[in-house]
Each structure stands twice: as C-alpha cells, then as structure tokens.
C-alpha cells in the first residue's frame, strides 16, 4: 500500500498540504500563477512580503547588493550589519543585535540567551516561561516551547525547561515564579500569530514588565510574525509603551529575502560573549541589504500610518460585511493582522478564495488569518473583503458539521 498521496511534486518531502496553484510572479499586492490567472494576496507570504512584490526601490537596491557581494563570512566586519542593527536598536529604543535566517533562528537564539542570563546568576537549570497558544518555531527547542500538540507529536523527547501558563492571566503568571524558583525569562508572542491571532493585552503586557523587573527576568517578545510596522507601530509592544529585554524578529524584516534578529535591550546585550553562538549565513550582505532597504522605505513611503489606516478600513468592511452573521465568532487583531474566528474549522475557505482569486491562511483550525503587504491600499482592502465575505457567509449557512 503506497502511504504517500499521488503528488505532482513527488521529489519535495511533503511536509506541507499545498494548494493546487503555482505562483509565477507578483506586482504589488497581486500575483499571477502559471496558467495567468491574476490573484489578490490578502497573505504576503505570511506576513513576510511586506512592501509587496517586485517592488520598484526594493529590487534595484537588491540588484546592485548581488552584483557587489551576496555572502561574507562573519570573520569579517560588516558595514551593512553594524548599519542594520543600528537602525533597529533606533526603532526600538534596545542596544545590540544578533543576526540569523530565519524566526526560529531568532527564537532560539533568545532561549540560549535566556539560559545563559541563568547560568552567569548561578542558576545551573534555568528555565523559562511560555504561554498556551504559543508558536516559537519548529527546531527541537523552539516546538517544545510551542504548545501545539499536533507540532509536538512525533518529536519528543521534549526540551525540558518551560512551564506553561495561559495567557493574558498575571495571575497565573505570578504562581509559576513563585513555584519555580529557576524560571529567568518570561517569552511570548505580542499577539499570537498561528495560536489564531490572540493579542496579549496592553495591561498584561505592562503587568510582565513589571513582573520581571521585579524579579529579574527578561522579557522576550517574540515579534517574528507581529513586528516590523504590521500593527501599526514598529513593534507591536510599543502599543503598550513598554520595552522587552529581548526581541526576536524575522519574516517581514527582508521583504522576502530570507533574515533573523534578535534585539536585545541594556540587560540581556551583554549576556553573549565571543563563541557563544554563531550562524554561517547569519548577517550576510544581501539579507542585510534588504532588510536596511525595507526600513528605509517603510519610513519613506509611512508605511506604519498605511497599516493602521488601511487595516482600519479591512476590519471595517469584514466588521460591516459579516454583521449579524450567525457563526463568526470574533473579528480581531491590530492593522494588518486581523484573524476572524468562526465557530467551525475554515479549512475550506482556502480553496474556495483561491477559486474566487484570493489568498489567505487559516490557522488555529478556525480562524481565518489576513497578514497582507503594508503597501495595501483602501481600494485593495475593500477588495480582500468583497472576495471574502460571501464565501464566510456561505459556508457558515450550512449546518454546522
Ligand atoms: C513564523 C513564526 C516563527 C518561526 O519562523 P520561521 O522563520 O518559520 O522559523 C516563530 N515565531 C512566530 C511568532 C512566528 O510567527
């Protein structure tokens, strides 16, 4: 018996269950696939394409980095790295960073810093403390602070070294610290992306701050899916006017070229010293390019004023499109990262907005998740909805299964 469903990309593992669409190429907030068909990305490549595709400063500024230098060994110095990492420490008012490739790079990269802000206080078993519905990654380290046990199973043993508590309960929060004297870094996501777009509110936020001062903890937020201007402000937790300790960034931070930081504030810069981690790829000249160049027009272009105006209008039309509508659960998140959460798995909406030419994700089962580019317009907005809504109400007209 052949296991394997038949595939028409038998040599890719498949650890994804793809669409049946192939994408050639992209302007904007649209793209093509192989056969001309013209679709609308209410997903940017989840949350990764932030200016869009083929965007007319972007690819000339990464054209010109190819043709210079593409990858240097981090033996060397990087003017392109020190330029980077200076504007992100401006944007986010922290002090140094650690470039990698990926979130789960970056993710894992604050858990060694996390262990090791333990050991150099003469704590030999650190832990840290991770939330329900949380996503970091998929490494060994960074699914065993996850929560999903669908991403767990298979994989075990686990890491040994988290306690969980669920979130937006400081409540909870407090009884972990007290019961476990070993814990050194408080870590979530601002708002949790594949948990179903769940925002840690500001309060909580504000009440972890002060938790950790209290007992000298860092506070990791992981803005690998929320940061980088989609909210509306450059990091998502600055909603709250606090400062993490430790911030993992990633998928919109190049534009769709491959990039990890981690951005740490004045308690955690010191923790890593020469040898302590590394990474080959890591900072090189082209990620660095692309992530200098994304900053540079998201400032130029108000991209952060875009998000919040333009995702102020998607929530509106969705808000507006599907009032009353007996089903939908809740409509939530902050600019461009909006979840809408039925009472019923959404899994069939995927084919069915690609049938009516748009892209989206589910995740969490239920929840219906847009995270397009920042460059969206009004217009496109109204679009996303106008593609979306009748096929919400449609599937929420059948029974419920
Ligand atoms: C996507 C994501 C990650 C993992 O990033 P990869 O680049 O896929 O490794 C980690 N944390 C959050 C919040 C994410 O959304």
Known sequence: MNAVPPSSE????PTYGRLPVALSHGQ??????TTGRRLLDGLGGIAVNTLGHNHPRLVPALQDQTAKLIHCSNYYQMPLQEQLAAK???????VNVFFCNSGLEANEAALKIARKFGHDRGNDSPEVLVFEGAFHGRSIA?????ANPKIHAGFGPLVPGFVRV????IAA????????PNITAIFLETIQGEGGINPARIEFLQALRRVCDQHDLLLMLDEVQCGIGRTGRWFAHQWAGIQPDVMPLAKGLGSGVPIGAVICGPRAAGVMKAGNHGTTFGGNPLAMRAGIETLKIMEEDGLLANAEAV?????GALTAGLAGVAGVVEIRGQGLMLGIELDRPAGPLLAQCLEAGLLISVTAERVVRLLPALILTHDEAREIAARLVPLIKALLAQPKP
């Open 10 to 13: 038998p040599h890719v593992m």
């Open 28 to 33: 904007g907030c649209w793209v093509w696939d």
């Open 88 to 94: 992100l420490c401006e944007l986010s008012g922290l």
């Open 142 to 146: 960074t699914l065993s602070a996850t």
């Open 166 to 169: 669920p979130l937006n309960d």
């Open 173 to 180: 929060v407090e009884a972990a610290i007290a019961a476990h």
């Open 311 to 315: 995702g102020a209008t998607l929530r």
